[in-house]
């Protein structure tokens, strides 16, 4: 019996809505539990977002790391005219034990800004591809964002692309709309 040449498709990703938004009947949403810390613990590279202080930035890189009740969170990205490389820090809190929703909370001088943030998909895949769509809420500083990461610079394969965009198309919420189509390219050299 010949082997089957054909290539192995993905298992498609499980998205949940964002908790500010009623389920809608409209959009499937299949039974997602957001991950446990350890999962996400790690290094990922910004691919795409919607949030406008990264949007002139490049090589964007976030670093979690457990830390007891919270996880550090470290953010290291190069302008476009320079090739140094500068970082934020900050530490996620768990929301009200809600599993993958977190309060972002800056150290040092950035001790007064804070977010909440909230994990729409975690998708493990092979060869370090693991992918998080993230949505972070408004805060006195920044507007709603969302925030495709992946745990390769390289990003996410076609596939995956295309799942996630066919989603983000079919949340039926104005202002998550707004958000998606603020959505670009990060720049990874």
Known sequence: MPLSTEAKQPTPPHFRLPSHIPDSKALPTIGFEAPLEDLFVGEWHMIRLSNRFWKDKRNVRLKYTAAGSYIDDEAFYQTMSSEAVKSMVGKDTQCDGTMGVYLWQGKGLLRVASARW??????????????????????????????????????????????VDEWLAGVPNDKFQMAVHEMADIKRE
């Open 118 to 163: 909230e994990v729409l998909s975690f998708t493990p895949r092979t060869n370090c591809r693991d992918w998080m769509l993230v949505f972070a809420h408004g805060s006195i500083f920044t507007s709603p964002a969302i925030n495709l990461m992946c745990r390769d610079r390289v990003g996410l394969d076609g596939d995956d692309l295309l799942f």
